[in-house]
């Protein structure tokens, strides 16, 4: 592809400070560098405590593994997400019950939350869409209201506000990604944020093992060991290492993202204004932080016929999630209601590419092939 959907961005630093935690020989888990990122994320958006995971679907595990879902418990998320999502309560045993996205984007219907809360629902779990918040603020009304535990996935969120707060900050729990796919990024890894503080000592000790490793290195304890079922969570400090460098570029490279996604906007607003398609919607309140684009066909086959114009010119778009209460896997026990807000997502979303390096021109590009597409 002459313009492929994504590239890795990199600042030119990683290769250093990896150079340095080898030199060091701190490279496995919770080095210097993994203190130094949790530090950064604590500080930069207030979160109580922030653990680093070999990735986000491993942070959503120890969500899952903190809030002690047992098979009965039922937890209520998004149909349209990524499988992480749902997988990390799925292997708790939980009854997944799937609610719809809002119209005006992707994110979970709070209404559609609202008629799947019974005397079993343990957990809702929200995924902020392309960055874009979700109404935290009447979920945790219904959180508080019926006693549930909240967990934010944060993945594609990163420096996203709602109401002046960070997302990740709403829930009990949050988990971010750093995919190779998203703002920050070091190949793979993941943050577990905990900010309901029942949870911080058992989220160190689940993510060391099941043992209370941590407390001993603070010198809490003169001896350590196995005092819980846990696993493995912690990423090397090689990664930790490479995600920092990141961080300090944090403001140039959402600077530079939130620029390329205000352009496709300013270009596409006219079309969903008069009808044509569908853009990005926030809620009111809602800050967007330049990790994706997208636009809205009126169907199937035009957005089929899109992806396919725009790949003609060497253009990589890319539709995303299938619904998860239709999939393969799940189809066939899926006892609810119609998601239609979920499917038309499915049928009709298209991704542009956004990422650092996309050049004005490469952007005039994608632009005037869609305009000329909906102008035929």
């Known amino acids: 592809m002459t313009i492929p959907f994504n590239i890795p961005y990199s600042t030119g630093q990683e290769l ?5 935690a080898i030199a060091a020989h701190k490279t496995a888990g919770d080095g210097p560098f993994t203190k130094l990122c949790q ?6 958006y207030g979160f109580k405590k922030c653990l680093l995971t070999t990735s986000c679907t491993d942070a959503l595990e120890l969500a899952a593994l903190l809030l002690n879902i047992q098979p009965g418990d039922e937890v209520i998320v998004p149909s349209y997400t990524f499988v992480s999502t749902v997988n990390a309560f799925a292997l708790r045993g939980a009854t997944l019950v799937f609610a719809d996205s809002t119209a005006r984007n992707p994110n979970i219907d709070p209404a559609s ?8 629902t343990k957990a809702i779990v929200v995924v902020h869409y392309a960055g874009m918040a979700c109404d935290m603020e009447a979920i945790m009304q219904m959180a508080t209201a019926h006693n549930i535990f909240v967990v934010e996935d944060a993945a594609q969120a990163i420096d996203a506000y709602y109401k002046g707060k960070p997302l990740g900050s709403f829930g009990h729990l949050a988990a971010f990604s750093f995919h190779e796919t998203k703002n920050i990024q070091s190949g793979e890894g993941g943050m577990l944020v905990v900010n309901d503080e029942r949870f911080s000592r058992q989220a160190e000790i689940l993510r060391e093992k099941g043992t209370n490793r941590a407390a001993f290195f603070r010198g809490e304890v003169d001896k350590y060991g196995w ?3 846990g696993s493995s969570y912690l990423a090397s400090d090689i990664t930790a290492a490479f ?6 570029q944090l403001k140039n490279i959402q600077a530079t993202r939130c620029q390329i996604w205000q352009r ?5 607003l006219p079309l969903a204004q008069q009808g044509v398609l569908q853009v990005p919607e926030a809620i009111e309140g809602s800050s967007e932080n330049g990790h994706m684009y997208y636009i809205v066909c009126k169907n199937l086959d035009q957005r089929n016929a899109l992806i396919a114009r725009l790949k003609e010119q060497g253009i990589q778009a890319v539709f995303h999630y299938l619904s998860l209460h239709s999939s393969a896997y799940f189809a066939a026990q899926y006892k609810g209601a119609a998601l239609p807000h979920s499917d038309q997502y499915t049928d009709c979303l298209v991704r542009l590419p956004l990422y650092a390096a996309l050049s004005s021109e490469q952007q005039t590009q994608i632009i005037n092939c869609i305009l000329e597409f909906f102008k035929d």
Do not use: D
């Open 16 to 20: 250093h400070y990896i150079g340095q």
């Open 39 to 44: 530090s950064w994320m604590e500080e930069q």
């Open 113 to 120: 939350v609202a008629a799947l809360i019974t005397p079993k």
């Open 227 to 229: 005092v819980a079922v």
């Open 243 to 248: 995600l920092y460098a990141q961080f300090e």
């Open 264 to 268: 496709y906007h300013q270009a596409f």
